[in-house]
Structure formats: C-alpha cells, structure tokens
C-alpha cells in the first residue's frame, strides 16, 4: 500500500513538473518579472492589456469574467501596483494632464458619457499607440467588450476630454 502512495505521488509531481516545463513561453501567463525582462513598464502595460482582447463588457466588472471600462483600467493598472479608484471620473482625479500632442501609450483617455453636452467624464481607455494625428486606445466598450478605438473615430472625437499619465511623471495617489 505504501508503495502504491507513494509512486501516485511520484507520478502526480512528475506530471506538474512536466506540464510546466513543457509549457512554451507564449502561453504562459506573462508576470511583471517576465515581462519586465524584456519591455519597458509602459510596453508591459499596453502588452499585457492587450492580452484581454475580447473579453466581454460587464457593468461593474473587474475581473476576466468581464470588465466595464474604469475596471478593465484598474485592473491593469494593479499589476504594476498602481491603485486606482474603480470609476472613469475617480480616476481622472489622479495622475499628470497631459496635452493630446504629447500623450505616449500606456497614457489613460478620457471622454463624456453616452452625451456629448455631458460635462462628466463616463469613459476610460489605455493609449496604445500615438502618430501626429492618431491616436490608438484600448478600452472595455459596451458593443465588443475589449477591444481597440480610435480617437478620430466620431463617437470619440465628440467625447473627448482628457488624456493622464499615471506612469513616468504622474502621481500614483
């Protein structure tokens, strides 16, 4: 009996310790230290965003089961222990304005709710990628779940607000 046990145990280690090794590096999930080996914080942010690509939206959600906008931001955001409210508005509270000419990806971007003659922010997203005149975010939208916009775009050139840096040169209350 005792013999028995203990090649279950063997086994079972070997089959872990195997299953890990014989993962290849792209499926594992990336952590702060592995990706920090090879990109910078601000390309570990936006690469690790877009690893959540179609997701869907969920009211309220934070977590990969769904996310709504400020949770999708949040919870990026925390993998580099940066603690933000769970709240687009909340979270235009903190970090550095930035003006739209000099905003860089990682950058958070702002925009009015469903109405243009809204005055309160009600959408967040993480810029992905900037060039004179465009400007590429990833966001949790309602229509989509994760997924990439452009500025440019009508919806969101009308909604614009503000873009924040939360990274390099932004406070992290």
């Known amino acids: 009996m005792l013999f028995l046990i203990r090649s279950v145990v063997v086994v079972t280690f070997l089959f872990a310790v195997s299953s890990l090794t014989n993962r290849s590096f792209a499926q594992a ?12 914080p601000i390309e570990s942010l936006v690469s690790f965003a ?5 997701i869907p939206y969920r009211s309220g959600g934070s977590s990969k089961k769904g996310f709504d906008c400020s ?8 993998q580099w222990d940066i603690a933000l ?6 979270q235009a509270e903190h970090g550095e304005a930035v003006e739209l000419d000099n905003a860089k990806p990682g950058d958070l971007i702002f925009f009015k709710g469903h109405s243009t003659k809204s005055k309160r922010i009600g959408h ?6 900037v060039a004179p005149g465009y400007v590429k975010f990833i966001h949790s939208a309602w229509k989509g779940g994760i997924r990439y916009d452009l500025l440019n775009a009508a ?13 390099g040169g932004g406070t992290n209350d």
């Open 124 to 129: 967040v997203g993480i810029i992905t990628e």
């Open 71 to 78: 949770g999708f931001v949040r919870y990026c955001f925390n």
């Open 155 to 167: 919806y969101y050139s009308k909604r614009f607000v503000a873009v924040k840096r939360m990274i």
């Open 29 to 40: 999930p990336k952590s702060r230290e592995v990706a920090a080996d090879t990109l910078n």
């Open 85 to 90: 409210p769970h709240s687009s508005a909340a």
């Open 50 to 54: 877009t690893e959540h690509l179609h």
